[in-house]
């Protein structure tokens, strides 16, 4: 009897790492190509073994099969705090940002994140199967980001990667977090900055080169967490995820980058259709906000358009659901992906900017953001256009398994 | 030339009420009545103001002389209306009590405010201007048209006395609990507008025995005027109220006072339709992008529209701005219809749901004759995210127009489409 019950567990943990699965779509996004029409993608064992024309790709016997009229990669939310900002919004579970100091770049996502959150698997349900997700904006330097699937019950099932970018905050976000300490100006967080990570490069130099007539042996530095983090920075090894609205500190935070020829990504960027140019000669990428987010104080000038402003400037950039502090409290990228597709966008740009683009920008493109062989199994269906307000999102795979069937 | 710029400002400024005598007809287009089915290949004709005809375009007479608009391939359907908003920079009540009946927000409306702009740019023609929810009760509302008025008395809609059309904004659940002498619980909330209430029975009774004798007349109180005329149906309450518990309180107190009221956003009317619809009461939702942001909002959900559509209730939606963005009014019923509500019911809810519950349902909410000519051209259909506003006409007046340079600015967003309308004016007059 005993004997008997542990074969049938092992069976039951053994099943959903074997069920293999096949899916045809009317018409399949690959985002590696144009779209295959009557296509098919294959997963086994929680990755993409094969993609094509229905007719070429047969479904092996055992296959769990599903059927859509569209098939696109799942979406990837490229700037969100989910998992760290829970949906009740009270104060046990909100954790985006602790506001003890003005610059902590030494916090981890990971550390904060709650797999289980109710708008985890919200989200989940409309397609979106990969979240840059971690410390928020609203204060000088919140703490890290992180990269997770919408999928797994703790934080090492869903994680995809655990350290990723250091979020910071320009402009009026700073500012009034500091609540009468310092940033208390726009100069003064710039100055905060500049000296922290003039400290690191001290740091860095000291490090690299032992003091002269030094006989002993080099002991170790003393460990230094916000040091260690800003050297990565120096080091380039993380980008500096900066949310930069008005224009001047767009160009600001530029001028910041440049100086200390570390890598930025722009974040928010309300302003962007003031700055284009600059934008664009920085070479840095943008991570637009939520094409719906409300026109008020810094983003006083927020337009629908932006993304597709973007787009014809050449400027890389990946879209986001950002950060909410009310009603709603999580925006939803399928829905700000569609009304930047209807604001100039256009259907395709806009699709590629929430899969592949997403994908590339946060250096995760040999993972997810297409359907092509050997990449993750993670597929979002649709009853019709994904963009259009009355289509649903009726399928979800993420990791090669059926993450949800309800549509939504 | 510095003159003649001013003398077209001037016009452009002050075209309120400025209704042709002339009559317009659009043709060709697909018209949503409201009144009655869908006709694909429509004719609206309208005059001073008023809608003279709507229907199919081989039936319906072309007055001689009118001037005629061909819309063919575009969507012409009533203005929208909105039954609850906070447009304007509206205020209401202070943190110093929380029943606040004699604070009205006409006394707190910029007319020129861009918000308003860009409402008209969603389609939105009629609208019930709000104080928040942070009171048990927070002030008188006004009905508005939105014209392009530089003062609140060109957009204020008024009774047929004179008086200004308005509801009373009442609030329950949480945000109205706070430190004394706001309510601490749910109870209390409830204790603290029933003793109010009951004074106002009382001294509309002693208004009522003095029979126009001045002797007799209590001394003026201005909360407990603003209340009797609640009493009286002069003025419907709109109540903020989220959870199930919640609402079936405001049911009881409307129960034991008589009031006429209409329940909003109702987060939890999925689990308390059939008791809503019994009381026969309509609910004003509204469907967020995501559930939560603070505890009462937890279980809103898409499926409203539809389970109080099937519970036979009335429903409408609001845009609630700045909590979801008037351009984006449309979108709110469309999502209410991949949640299972009918195309139907989610365009009524848009208009005459609305209408109906604003008491304006004889002036606004559908095309029919007679009725304001208020009313949007749509690039094509209202549920589809590419579909564009083209067009809003209030009272026979185009007042958003998406080929126009100032308007496409508050409709898309953009460098200045937070600034008043009339700044926008000054600041052209001044490159002069």
Redesign the interface.
Same mark, same amino acid.
């Given at each position: 009897m005993r004997a008997a019950a542990t074969v049938w567990a092992a069976f039951a943990l053994a099943l959903p790492a074997a069920a293999q699965i096949a899916v045809t779509g009317e018409t399949v996004y690959t985002m590696a190509g144009p779209p295959i029409g009557n296509g098919m993608v294959l997963i086994r064992d929680g990755r993409i073994e094969r993609v094509g024309p229905a007719a070429d790709v047969k479904a092996p016997e055992g296959y769990r099969s599903f059927r859509a009229k569209v098939v696109t990669p799942g979406l990837i939310d490229a700037r969100t705090v989910v998992g760290l900002s829970? #949906? /009740?919004?009270?104060d046990h579970d909100q954790d985006q940002v602790d506001r003890s100091k003005p610059i902590q770049p030494e916090l981890r996502a990971i550390d904060a994140y709650d797999a289980r959150e109710?708008?985890i698997g #919200? /989200?989940r349900g409309y397609g979106i199967t990969t979240l840059h997700t971690g410390h928020g904006p609203g204060i000088l330097v919140s703490g890290q980001t992180m990269i997770v699937k919408t999928a797994g019950d703790t934080v090492e099932e869903a994680l995809l990667k655990p350290d990723v970018m250091i979020a910071a905050t320009l402009g009026e976000g700073a500012r009034e977090s500091a609540r009468g300490a310092s940033p208390g100006t726009r100069s003064k967080a710039i100055a905060m900055l500049r000296a922290e990570l003039i400290k690191a490069q001290e740091a860095q130099r000291k490090r690299q080169r032992p003091a002269e007539g030094d006989k002993k042996e080099k002991e170790p530095p003393a460990r230094d967490l916000p040091l260690e983090a800003w050297i990565q920075v120096l080091e380039r090894q993380k980008p500096l995820l900066v949310t930069v609205n008005r224009a001047n500190d767009i160009l600001s935070a530029i001028r910041l980058g440049k100086e200390f020829n570390i890598r930025l990504v722009l974040d928010g960027v309300a302003?962007a259709?003031?700055a284009l140019d600059a934008i664009k000669e920085s070479g840095y990428p943008a991570i637009v906000h939520p094409a719906?987010q409300?026109?008020?104080g810094d983003a006083?000038?927020?337009?629908?358009?932006t993304p597709a402003k973007l787009k014809a400037a050449g400027i890389p950039f990946a879209m986001q659901s950002g950060f909410?502090?009310?009603?709603?409290?999580?925006?939803?990228l399928l829905?700000e992906a569609?009304?930047a597709?209807?604001?100039g966008l256009g259907f395709d740009n806009a699709l590629s900017a929430v899969t592949i683009d997403a994908a590339r920008l946060l250096g995760i493109a040999d993972r997810v953001g297409s359907l092509e062989a050997g990449k993750d199994g993670d597929v979002a269906l649709f009853d019709g256009d994904p963009?259009?307000?009355?289509?649903?999102c009726v399928g979800v795979v993420i990791n090669g398994k059926v993450a949800s069937e309800q549509a939504q | 030339m510095r003159i003649s710029f001013s003398c077209i400002a001037a016009v452009a400024v002050c075209a309120v009420g400025a209704a042709q005598e002339r009559p317009v007809a659009f043709t060709g287009a697909r018209l949503i009545p409201i009144a009655g089915p869908e006709v694909p290949d429509g004719a609206l004709v309208i005059r001073n103001g008023k809608i003279v005809a709507a229907g199919p375009r081989q039936s319906t007479p072309i007055p001689q002389g009118a001037q005629t608009v061909n819309a063919a391939g575009k969507v012409i359907m009533p203005g929208l209306v909105d039954s609850h908003s906070h447009i304007g920079g509206v205020e209401g009540g202070d943190s110093s009590a929380p029943v606040q009946p004699d604070v009205r927000v006409l006394d707190a409306i910029n007319a020129r405010d861009a918000t308003i702009q860009k409402a008209q740019a969603g389609g939105i023609t009629t609208v019930n201007i709000m104080p928040g929810s942070g009171h048990l009760l927070s002030g008188q509302t006004i009905y508005c048209k939105l014209r392009d008025g530089n003062t609140i008395d060109d957009i204020v809609l008024r009774n047929a006395d004179g008086t200004v059309a308005g509801g009373m904004k009442m609030a329950n659940g949480t945000n109205s609990r706070r430190a004394s002498p706001f309510p601490g619980t749910r109870a209390k909330s409830a204790a603290l507008m029933r003793e109010q209430l009951a004074k106002a029975v009382e001294y509309r009774d002693k208004v009522r025995k003095a029979n126009g004798d001045p002797d007799k007349m209590p001394d003026r109180d201005l909360r407990l005027e603003g209340l009797v005329e609640v009493l009286d149906g002069k003025r419907i309450v709109h109540h903020h109220t989220h959870r199930h518990d919640d609402i079936l309180t405001v049911l009881r107190l409307q129960k034991e006072f008589g009031f006429r009221v209409v329940l909003h956003h109702v987060s939890d009317a999925w689990a308390v339709a059939d008791e809503i619809a019994k009381a026969g009461v309509g609910s004003s939702i509204i469907l967020i992008d995501s559930p939560g942001g603070k505890i009462e909002a937890k279980d809103n959900r898409l499926v409203n529209g539809a389970a109080l559509e099937k519970a036979g209730a009335l429903v409408g939606f609001h845009t609630d701005d700045g909590i979801t963005d008037s351009r984006l009014f449309l979108r709110m019923a469309a999502l209410a219809v991949r949640a299972g509500m009918s195309r139907e019911k989610a365009l009524y809810g848009l208009t005459m749901a609305n209408a109906k519950m604003l008491d304006l349902d004889r002036q606004v909410g559908s095309l029919e004759a007679g009725k304001d000519a208020d009313f949007i051209l749509l690039s094509g259909d209202p549920f589809s995210v590419y579909t564009k506003v083209l067009e809003t006409w209030v009272d026979g007046v185009k007042v958003f127009d998406r080929t126009e340079a100032k308007d496409r600015l508050y409709a898309e967003g953009g460098y200045g489409a937070s600034q008043d309308r009339a700044s926008l004016y000054l600041d052209e007059e001044w490159m002069q």
């Open positions: 829970g #949906y /009740l919004n009270q109710t708008l #919200y /989200l302003e259709h003031q719906m409300r026109a008020y006083e000038n927020i337009g629908f358009e909410e502090g009310y009603v709603p409290k999580s925006r939803v829905f569609a009304v597709a209807a604001h963009f259009e307000y009355t289509s649903h | -």
